[in-house]
């Protein structure tokens, strides 16, 4: 992942819980992706900054990333270094993309209303 001040901060914190995240989300180890632009990182890290936490992840990552506008892999990331609860999301594929947020759905929905 590039370098911010964000990413910087929280690497080891997103290292530990996705070991090959990238702006498609999260892949199997022997996989590579494209690297995580640092301006959606910043996009999601504001966002997110204005929802609540909530203890059981309740909001999948692709709803999240189509309300920002921004990578599969900017919204975990930035909800991992901002400490959400995130967990892996297994679907019906092979690997698991995508992960599950604990972020309040009223705070997302006011955001979205607002924007719209």
């Known amino acids: 992942m590039p370098d911010s001040p964000l990413s910087a901060r929280a690497q080891p914190a997103i290292d530990a819980r996705f070991h090959n995240l990238c702006a498609n989300g999260i892949l199997p180890r022997s996989a590579t992706g494209p690297a995580i632009d640092p301006v959606d990182i910043a996009r999601a890290t504001v966002f997110l900054n204005r929802c609540r936490?909530?203890?059981?992840?309740?909001?999948?990552?692709?709803?999240?990333?189509?309300?920002?506008?921004?990578?599969?892999?900017?919204?975990?990331?930035?909800?991992?270094?901002?400490?959400?609860?995130?967990?892996?999301?297994?679907?019906?594929?092979?690997?698991?993309?995508?992960?599950?947020m604990g972020v309040n759905r009223r705070d997302v929905r006011r955001q979205a209303r607002a924007a719209a």
């Open 53 to 100: 936490r909530t203890k059981r992840p309740n909001i999948h990552s692709f709803d999240l990333r189509r309300q920002i506008g921004v990578s599969l892999g900017a919204v975990i990331a930035a909800g991992v270094a901002l400490g959400f609860e995130v967990r892996g999301w297994y679907g019906i594929m092979e690997f698991y993309p995508h992960a599950l």
